[in-house]
T-cell receptor
C-alpha cells in the first residue's frame, strides 16, 4: 500500500464547476501538505502549502487538511479551461523540501 | 517568483552514450537541489539530493555511478546519465529549495529518450 493515495481520474468538468481533488495518506507523522499543478510536459508548480490541519484559501483555490481522517482536499471554484492539468498532492513529516512524498496525480480537464 | 530552468528540454540519444542535464536557479541561490524521475502517469520519485560543494545524497535503489550529480555552484546542478539504456528513458525534473527550506521550485523537466 502506498503512503499517499490519489485518485488518478481522469476528471472532466464543465467550465465554472467546483472541483474537488483528494488524497489520503497513512503516515500520521505527516505535518506539511502541498498541492502542485503540473501541465503536460512541464515541471510541477506549487499551488498551496499548508501546515497541520485546517483550511487555507488563495483566490479560487482552497486547501483543506483533516489530520484525524488523514485526508486532504483541494477545491477549485469557478474552474477555467486553463485549470486543465494534473494535480499532485505531496506531504512531508518535516519542513524540508525534498523529503516530500507525492501522490500519483489527478488529471483534470475543464471543458469550455 | 523563483525560476528554475533545465537544459535541454528533450534529448534523444543512442544506447551507451552519456547525457548531461543542467538545472539552474535563475534568480536565487540554491544550496540544495533535488533530482526527480517521473514515468508517464506516475508520481515524482526523488533520485538524489544535491548539495553545493559536497557529494550528492542518493535515494535507496538509485545507482550513484549511473546517475552522476555535480553541484559546483549555488545556481547550477548537473545530472549525467552514464551509458544510457532504453530503460533510462523518462522525464527528469530538478527542483531548487527556497531560502525558507520548506518549499521547492521545480524546473520544466527534461524528456530523455534512449534508443
Amino acid at each position: 500500500q502506498k503512503e499517499v493515495e490519489q485518485d488518478p481520474g481522469p476528471l472532466s468538468v464543465p467550465e465554472g464547476a467546483i472541483v474537488s481533488l483528494n488524497c489520503t495518506y497513512s503516515n500520521s507523522a505527516f505535518q506539511y501538505f502541498m498541492w502542485y499543478r503540473q501541465y503536460s510536459r512541464k515541471g510541477p508548480e506549487l499551488l498551496m502549502y499548508t501546515y497541520s490541519s485546517g483550511n487555507k484559501e488563495d483566490g479560487r483555490f482552497t486547501a483543506q487538511v483533516d489530520k484525524s481522517s488523514k485526508y486532504i482536499s483541494l477545491f477549485i471554484r469557478d474552474s477555467q479551461p486553463s485549470d486543465s492539468a494534473t494535480y499532485l498532492c505531496a506531504m512531508s513529516e518535516v519542513a524540508n523540501a525534498g523529503k516530500s512524498t507525492f501522490g500519483d496525480g489527478t488529471t483534470l480537464t475543464v471543458k469550455p | 517568483g523563483a525560476v528554475v530552468s533545465q537544459h535541454p528540454s528533450r534529448v534523444i540519444c543512442k544506447s551507451g552514450t552519456s547525457v548531461k542535464i543542467e538545472c539552474r536557479s535563475l534568480d536565487f541561490q540554491a544550496t540544495t537541489m533535488f533530482w526527480y524521475r517521473q514515468f508517464p502517469k506516475q508520481s515524482l520519485m526523488l533520485m538524489a539530493t544535491s548539495n553545493e560543494g559536497s557529494k550528492a545524497t542518493y535515494e535507496q535503489g538509485v545507482e550513484k555511478d549511473k546517475f552522476l550529480i555535480n553541484h559546483a555552484s549555488l545556481t547550477l546542478s548537473t545530472l549525467t546519465v552514464t551509458s544510457a539504456h532504453p530503460e533510462d528513458s523518462s522525464f527528469y525534473i530538478c527542483s531548487a529549495r527556497g531560502l525558507d527550506e520548506e518549499t521547492q521550485y521545480f524546473g520544466p523537466g527534461t524528456r530523455l529518450l534512449v534508443l
